[in-house]
């Protein structure tokens, strides 16, 4: 079946707009995460919804940042007012939900950001 | 917070030679323990996975080690190939009970030079 997809794959902004960043995860899954990967380091998490339960927004690095998952299913990161530093590549995933059981999450092919 | 330490950040070894990658976490709930493949440009995807009530776990030339007393768990790769040249990262799951979330060490560039 298809996997997490991601929209749009490039996306280059000015300082100062806003963006928003499409994930559409594994059908079914109820578990879906956005992580951020700057160049070379490790993937940093940022927000994560599990079916209608209230968000974990643990991650997020400012109030620029914000998230919505409409439907239990498609989600959309939007970053206001970008800056310099949020230049990163955005990854999704998304797994199915256990009771008392993490899953494997299935990355999507991330959306690369450069703020300019 | 909670963090997972991985180590070491760059790895170069001979084709056929055995790869460890060490990464020790924080949260004593944690109880699922993955490790993600990451080739240049691409998704990481899942190579093997771990749970709190085993100690090993092995898939052909992988195998992952887990102390819990320790907090520190292991890649094992055997006979390494040149497609094993990629950026491995470990995870460790944070809170007890299924939170799904992950926190992932920093990654650690392996080059298996042919």
């Known amino acids: 079946g298809a996997g997490v997809s991601q929209s749009p794959s490039n996306k280059v902004t000015e300082k100062g707009k806003d963006v928003e960043l499409r994930c559409d995860p594994i059908s079914g899954h109820t578990a879906l995460y956005w992580y951020r990967q700057s160049l070379g380091q490790g993937l940093e998490f940022l927000i994560y919804f599990q079916g209608n339960s209230a968000p974990d927004k643990s991650g997020l690095p400012s109030d620029r940042f914000s998230a919505e998952r409409t439907g239990g299913s498609v989600s959309t990161l939007t970053i206001q007012r970008t800056q310099q530093e949020d230049s990163a590549v955005y990854l999704c995933?998304?797994?199915?939900?256990?009771?008392?059981?993490?899953?494997?999450?299935?990355f999507g092919p991330g959306t690369r950001l450069t703020v300019l | 917070g909670e963090n997972v330490e991985q180590h070491p950040s760059t790895l170069s070894v001979q084709e056929g030679d055995s790869a460890v990658i060490k990464c020790t976490y924080s949260d004593s709930a944690s109880n699922y323990f993955p490790w993600y493949k990451q080739e240049l440009g691409k998704r990481p995807q899942l190579i093997i996975d771990i749970r709190s009530n085993v100690g090993e776990k092995k898939d052909q030339r992988i195998a992952v080690t887990l102390n819990k007393t320790a907090k520190h768990f292991s890649l094992h790769i055997t006979e390494t190939q040149p497609e094993d040249s990629a950026v491995y990262f470990c995870?460790?799951?944070?809170?007890?009970?299924?939170?799904?979330?992950?926190?992932f060490g920093q990654g650690t560039t392996l080059q298996v030079k042919p």
């Open positions: 995933a998304s797994s199915l939900a256990g009771t008392r059981i993490a899953n494997e999450q299935f």
């Open positions: 995870a460790a799951s944070i809170g007890s009970g299924n939170t799904g979330k992950l926190i």
